[in-house]
């Protein structure tokens, strides 16, 4: 079957605004995943520095670990925090009752690492589930690495979310394009886009989805030449 003129001219579009927005959404994605597991590292590093000045707090008493004690009705969110005394020689000392008798999750190279005083940053998986891990060293001619960790399948959880949230963005943005046109789509899927982030101002977002709709449209139509996606509202203003 021959298509018509409109349709393969419909097609090609389709196809070449679907790539573009394809690549923007992964663009999000990368760019929101990286800001959420540098923000991630930024905590875990200060959590260490903290646990490590309390793990000597009582120079009487040695290197020692303090874990928070927790009610069992406690309705509060807390981090999900394990920690490992861990001397030169890569034993463990002391460790987070949620390790259980886990052997030392920062070993070789990253110790060594860790007791020359830096702070790496390393993937663990504790008990079976995935977290991220940073150490730093005691001082004393006798140095033990505190290592400090958080676990991340609620961030690895919120990452899939995310993931699929924009992968209906996209399939409904080409979806709502091909029936509605650009503009009036890309105007619904930038209120609903925004609700999903937590807007509690439709009416804005939609207004601001709109100008933005427009000025891409014609910025395409007018400047470049290519149709992008008439629909009801750029055939209403075509007429003018």
Known sequence: MTLSFRSRLTFRWVTGFGLVLALAL?????????????????????????????????PDQGVHLHEFPRDANDQQI?????????????QVLMQSPVLGASRALIVGGTLQAALEGHAPLVEVTANGRPGRMTALATAGPERYAVAVGLFTDKLNQTLFQLSVLLGSVWLGSLALTAVLGFTLASTLMFTCVARGFGSQ????????????????????????????????????????
């Open 26 to 58: 992964a663009v999000v994605f990368v760019g929101i995943r990286s800001f959420l597991v540098r923000d991630l590292d930024a905590q875990l590093r200060t959590l260490a520095g903290t646990e490590l000045a309390s793990a000597v707090d009582e």
């Open 78 to 90: 807390y981090a999900d925090k394990f920690v490992q005394l861990i001397d030169r020689r890569g």
């Open 201 to 240: 101002r439709p009416a804005r977002d939609a207004a601001l989805g709109l100008v933005m709709a427009l000025a891409s449209y014609f910025g395409f139509a007018k400047v470049l030449g290519i149709n992008i996606g008439a629909g009801l509202v750029e055939n209403a203003l075509g007429r003018f």
